[in-house]
């Protein structure tokens, strides 16, 4: 992107670099004061979400809060991002950026991104509360929508790093893949320990070798970090959870699942779903990185009798 900046630069550049796009009409910029009736949706590690009304219409967004300097690169980093792929139908819309009046403490602007507001949550809980009304057909178009969506990232070679069914939102019967980039420090409504460990299974295994110390790795292990196939890994477990309607290993408290899942335990496939949809998921969480799909395979290998809006199901 032509105006990106180098992740080393301090907060008063990554300010700088906020306030010339907003000049320069390359970031929308709205006023606050454009904003009302603001309902809170949620409370983050670092910043809130609110459901807000656009002042003298009918639409409805959500506003992103970020608190404290320590991660204003971050901040611009994902403002990058969004403004890169938002186009696409399965990732959530970025409408721009606000500001409100600073807090009397705090010495940088209050900025907030004004996002698309997904009117069913997250695909957790949407999962949760609508499983057994789910048809096949609304299944595989979430399937398909998701491995969408996170090929447009790849496409421009952005890693989501942080792929699982809170970080997925569902708006009117669609997926919106959000948060990415930056998922590892701002997604979470909580950044609690218990937060975390409900999202290791969705992670590559390989990448938990990285918490060993340099001399009990191998020289393989010291190489790998998180990468496309590590996303592809994530998006398997996803498509898992979509055929479920349950979290991965929900009710497994085993302190031993690290090790466990990197010597290959999965998830048993789930009966009733067409076969080429589980082989696709169980290619997705492989072990070896080479034995999995890129994720343009992963859309064409879906069975393509579930590609269009208007599909018909076909029995094998």
């Known amino acids: 992107m032509a105006n990106s900046i180098n992740v080393n630069t301090d907060t008063d550049e990554s300010i700088r670099w906020i306030e010339n796009g907003i000049k320069n009409r390359y970031i929308n910029y709205h006023d606050y004061s454009e904003f009302q009736n603001q309902e809170f949706v949620g409370k983050g590690g670092f910043g809130n979400v609110y459901k807000t009304n656009w002042k003298g219409s009918d639409t409805v967004v959500a506003l992103k809060s970020f608190k404290g300097t320590c991660i204003m690169k971050e901040i611009v980093n994902e403002l990058q991002l969004l ?16 500001k409100r009046k600073n807090n009397e403490d705090s010495i940088d602007p209050d900025y907030l991104f004004i996002l698309e507001y997904a009117d069913s949550g997250t695909l957790r809980d949407y999962l949760k509360e609508n499983f057994s009304k789910l048809d096949l057909s609304t299944k595989l178009q979430f399937a398909i929508q998701i491995s969408d969506a996170v090929s447009c990232l790849h496409q421009k070679n952005i890693i989501h790093r942080d792929l699982h069914s809170k970080n997925i939102l569902v708006h009117q019967n669609k997926v919106k893949l959000a948060d990415f980039g930056l998922s590892r420090r701002l997604a979470e409504v909580s950044n609690s320990v218990k937060g975390v460990i409900g999202m290791l299974p969705y992670i590559d295994p390989l990448l938990f070798k990285d918490q060993k110390e340099p001399k009990e790795q191998t020289n393989n292990e010291q190489h790998y970090k998180a990468n496309k196939k590590s996303d592809v890994y994530s998006v398997g477990v996803l498509l898992w959870e979509i055929s479920s309607g349950r979290l991965p290993f929900e009710s497994y408290y085993s302190h031993t699942l690290i090790t466990e899942l990197q010597n290959g335990k999965r998830e048993s496939p789930v009966p009733g779903m067409p076969d080429k949809y589980v082989e696709v998921y169980t290619s997705c969480w492989q072990c070896n990185p080479e034995d999995r799909p890129d994720i343009h395979q992963v859309k064409f290998l879906l069975p393509p009798q579930y590609r269009d809006n208007d599909f018909i199901i076909e029995k094998e």
């Open 83 to 98: 403004q890169e792929v938002h186009f696409h139908a399965n990732i959530i819309k970025f409408f721009g950026i606000t």
